[in-house]
């Protein structure tokens, strides 16, 4: 899930249903996991970072930050603020705005500013959160602070992106020397994972590194140690969401449409999942 996090989060599932968010058409929707008709929950405009927990789903929008049921029900605005990187982890949601990152109950009610600067590529794993410094420059390095807001400090000096947590790992993007890189989560043993083509969009997922090659056009995955380096398809999507097994993608048409696809981990499977 943190992985999908860092790709904008457009797919969530709950095992029957695979919840989605549309690329053209500002609304989250519902479908059956073998496929089918789907089903509008409801019509946000600007939505994205879809999170899935206990029974609601927690997304974004450019009319604030919601909450509902996943069978569309009980539509709950938990605040004003335009919320990036959302992650909701146990009983808070977590979030950066203009001015920093807050976190608020799940429930909604006052939130709490846990950091004053701009922020980027935040995500939330083992009672940390990690995140970039940003500024008008673009990226920075990356920071971690428990999730109380204490014990800031910088892990590294390149400007980085699309932060993934797992396990001792912190698995990255270093947009100076356009390459994968991955770090331990205390900013030691730093190693290139991948700098051929233009690799980005990471998605971590077990011991597999999901990520897209913008030169070549094409969905790659490589083991967590850079090894076994494979293409799965022909796509160049800007993002791509891990779940259960599929890789879930967005592929806009030259009427600006957009439609999801979905291709196996291992590369077989290929489909148009939804056409907007």
Known sequence: MLGNIANEAFVATDGDWVYYLSGSQDAVYRVRSTGGDSEKLVDLPGV????LLDGWLYVS????LYRLRTNGESLEKLSEDIAGYVNVVNDWVY????DGIYRLPVTGGDRELLHQERSGWLTVADGWLYFTAFSDAGDGPIQRMRTDGSGPEQLNNESSGLINVV???IYYFDSENQGIYRMQTDGSNRQLLTDEGSPFAINVDGNWVYYV????RTINKMRTNGSRNQQLTEDRPYFINVVDGWIYYQLRTPEYQYQLHRVRTDGSDREQFIAD
């Not at 979030?95 to 203009?98: A, H, I, Q, R, T």
């Open 48 to 51: 994205q970072f879809l999170n």
């Open 61 to 64: 929008s450019s009319e604030g």
């Open 95 to 98: 979030y950066l705005s203009e």
């Open 167 to 169: 396990g001792n790992w």
């Open 213 to 216: 090659d913008y030169a070549q």
